[in-house]
C-alpha cells in the first residue's frame, strides 16, 4: 500500500510520518473550495488511487456533497450526503435526538436573537455555529452580552443555536463506525480528563472508559439516522441531575483518534477494509483505561488557565500514550516543535456551495490511499 498526504498546509504533521510516500498541496478547501475540488478531481482522475479519506470535517462535507462526480474515480468513505448533513448541522441532529427522546440541553434555534431572548429563562447561555465543529463557543451571562456576541458569530460562522450552559458532570464521546446496513461493527469510549479550555471542549488528556448508557443512546440516534462509516457521539454529563446531554456528532475522524488506537480498535483500517471490500471484522471489545496526552495542547492549556502550578504537575505526570510523540515515527513530533498544529482550522469563512466545480465537471488534511 502507498499512501499519499494531501494538505493545503506545507506542515502538515502527515507530511512528515515515515508512513506518507508522496505529499501533495492543494488549494484551500474552506477559503476556495471550487479550486479545491477541481484539484481533487484532477488528481484521481490523472492517478491511480483507491480510496480517499477526508480528515477535517469541511473537507469531508465537500467529498460527500459531489460523491458522485468523484466517485467515478475513487472511493469516498461513507455516508451519502443526505444522511451527512444530518449530523454535520447540529440543528438537524438535535431535532432527530428530541423526536427520539434523547436528552439535550435547552436549546433556541430560531434565527430571531430577540424570540431568543424572549424565551430564555436562566442564564448563562452557550452559542454555538450550527455548521462547524471544534471552534471556540461563546458563553453569555445577560441579554446584552447574547445580543452582541450571537450576530458577532452569526457573521463569522452563518446559522447559530443558542443553548442552557450545562454545568460540568464529565465529557465523554463514543467513537464507533458502522456498516452498510447501520449496524455498529467498531467502539470505543473516551472520558475527557483534562481539556484545552476552561469550560472544556478539546480534550488534552483523555481516557478509555465503559460506558454502556452512553453507547445504547449513541448507538440508537445513529440507526434512527441509518448511519454508515465512522462518527463519534459526544456527551456532557449534567451536574445538576446526573443525566447525560447530547452535544454534537463529529461525522468524521475525531482528533483523538489515536486513542482508539491504542485501545485496540483501528478505525482507519476498518473503515478502509469496509469501503474497499464492503465488509470487515466486528471489534466492538475495546481496552479500558487506557490514557494519551496531546502535549501542545498541554501547552495551550497552560496560557490559558490560571492555576499554572496545577497545569505543570499535570504535564509531567507520565501517561502511558501521547498523540503525535512516537520513537518510532518522529517527523511529525519534530515539525510540529517549530510549527505547533492549532486546535481547529475551521475558523476561516467558507462557502459551502461550489457550483462553478459543478458546471465545470459535466473535491486541509486528507489522507489518500493508493494501491500500487
Known sequence: ????????????????????????????????????????????????????????????????????????????PPPNFDIFINAYDKKKTLSLAMENKIEIPITYSTEDINDI?????????????????????????????????????????GPCLVQEYIPNGGEFGVYTIFNKNSEPIGLSVKKRLKCMNTYGGVSTLRETVDNKELVNIAFKLLKKMKWFGVAMVEFRVDSRDGLPKLMEINPRFWGSLHLSIQSGIDFPHMLYELISKGETTPMLDFKKGVQSRWLFGEVTRFLRF??????????????SNYDILSLKDPGPIVISTFFPPKDSSDEEPRIENSDLFLKESNVNDNIIFQID
Open 1 to 76: 500500500m502507498c499512501i499519499t498526504g494531501l494538505s493545503e498546509k506545507r506542515t502538515a504533521l502527515s507530511f512528515y510520518s515515515k508512513y506518507c510516500n508522496k505529499k501533495l498541496i492543494s488549494p484551500n478547501p474552506r477559503t476556495n473550495s471550487d479550486l479545491f475540488l477541481k484539484y481533487i478531481l484532477k488528481i484521481v482522475k490523472n492517478d491511480s488511487y483507491d480510496s480517499i479519506f477526508p480528515i477535517h470535517t469541511y473537507t469531508m462535507f465537500l467529498l460527500t456533497k459531489y460523491r458522485d462526480i468523484i466517485s467515478d474515480y475513487v472511493k469516498v
Open 306 to 319: 490560571s492555576n499554572k502550578l496545577e497545569v505543570v504537575k499535570d504535564f509531567f505526570t507520565p501517561v
Open 117 to 157: 431572548i424572549e424565551n430564555i429563562k436562566q442564564y448563562p447561555v452557550v452559542i454555538k455555529a450550527s455548521r462547524r465543529h471544534a471552534i471556540g463557543i461563546v458563553i453569555c451571562y445577560n441579554s446584552s452580552d447574547l445580543k452582541k456576541e450571537y450576530k458577532k458569530m452569526v457573521n463569522k460562522y
